[in-house]
């Protein structure tokens, strides 16, 4: 069955850095998201991103994250200068069709966990 | 806003079945998912509903009540395997709740 991968699984960094995060989600979706989860909370939802543009963005998605789709199989999530803050499991989901209602099961990769010293 | 409440956690026997509530108040509500995780990893889609009922799939069944504003995810001959947290979500992007710890005890 087609998968979500994510990359890297562990990502330590120390503050202020950049990070980068990659995804490549299944390659008939066309409909792609990020979520992330601090430890031993719910998973919040960051982007969401169709078309090669931002379709919505939660107020967690300031200006120091940004979401780019380099080529037709990557989709990567930036934290410009990192915090502490930003330590948490990073989810990405994609979906084959728009899901505004919900009703399309978003596929999830299985998270890159960033740790930030 | 959005907001859905959920237990924060759940515990049950093998062979048992168990009830996991959600209730929610959000705008523009169109359906109710649930979705499984185990130890941190990957959300899995359970189940989805539109529509008033009980929606069965296998061992797990979801209902919706739109006028209470509530749904469940019902897991019917709980399995080891089952332990995991269960989230209920709404939206196409997903909000989701606080997630439901479920722990199976032989």
């Known amino acids: 069955e087609p998968e979500v991968t994510q990359t890297p699984s562990h990502q330590v960094t120390q503050m202020g850095q950049e990070v980068i995060l990659r995804c490549v989600p299944i390659s008939n979706h066309l409909y792609f998201y990020w979520y992330r989860q601090i430890l031993g909370q719910k998973v919040e939802f960051l982007v969401s991103f169709y078309n090669n543009e931002i379709s919505e963005k939660s107020e967690i998605f300031d200006d120091q994250f940004s979401v780019e789709r380099p080529d037709g199989s990557n989709f990567t999530l930036k934290i410009r200068s990192t915090k502490l803050e930003d330590s948490a499991m990073y989810f990405c989901?994609?979906?084959?069709?728009?899901?505004?209602?919900?009703?399309?099961?978003?596929?999830f990769g299985d998270g890159t966990r960033l740790s930030i010293l | 806003g959005q907001s859905l409440e959920q237990p924060s956690e759940v515990t049950a026997v093998e062979g048992a079945i168990v009830q996991i509530n959600c209730t929610y108040q959000t705008s523009g509500f169109y359906g109710l998912s649930w979705y499984q995780q185990h130890d941190g990893g990957a959300p899995t889609f359970l189940s989805y509903?539109?529509?008033?009922g009980l929606e069965e799939t296998g061992r797990f069944s979801s209902f919706l009540s739109r006028s209470d504003s509530y749904g469940y995810l019902l897991l019917q001959e709980l399995q080891m395997k089952d332990s995991a947290s269960y989230f209920c979500a709404v939206g196409g992007k997903l909000i989701f709740g606080q997630g439901t710890e479920l722990s199976v005890k032989p």
């Open positions: 989901a994609s979906t084959q069709q728009v899901s505004y209602r919900g009703n399309q099961p978003q596929h």
């Open positions: 509903n539109a529509l008033d």
